[in-house]
């Protein structure tokens, strides 16, 4: 599958702007968990994936209620959260949401 066709996917998979915001925080406390796992302790790598998936994993279950990307699709599931926690800091997820919703 293409990045292009996957990103299309992936965005109808999170259309509601809480379960969004659920993988915004992941997103970040993943990253916050690799910066210290390389500054202050290689624990924190471990942790890493499970601060990152845990909350985009319930936004899925409690508010989208669909199954998460990253269980068929890992690698372009990951790339997708990153491509999305970019445009959400940028202020332009809800845009991209609206314009790939509009043209489904």
């Known amino acids: ?8 996917y ?6 509601r702007p809480a379960n969004r915001l659920l993988h915004f925080a992941g ?3 993943a990253f916050a968990c690799g910066a210290l ?3 202050v302790d290689a624990w ?3 942790a890493a994936p499970v601060a990152g998936y845990g909350p985009a994993w319930l936004g899925h279950a409690l508010i989208e209620r669909n199954r998460p990307a990253t269980f068929r699709h890992p690698i372009l599931s990951l790339i ?3 491509h999305m926690f970019a445009l959400m800091a940028q202020g332009r997820m809800g845009a ?3 314009r790939l919703t509009d043209r489904a």
């Open 10 to 15: 992936y965005v109808g998979e999170h259309r």
């Open 27 to 29: 997103t970040s406390l």
């Open 80 to 82: 997708g959260d990153i």
């Open 44 to 46: 924190f790598l471990a």
């Open 37 to 39: 796992g390389v500054v």
């Open 96 to 98: 991209e949401a609206e």
């Open 1 to 8: 599958m293409r990045y292009r066709d996957f990103w299309t």
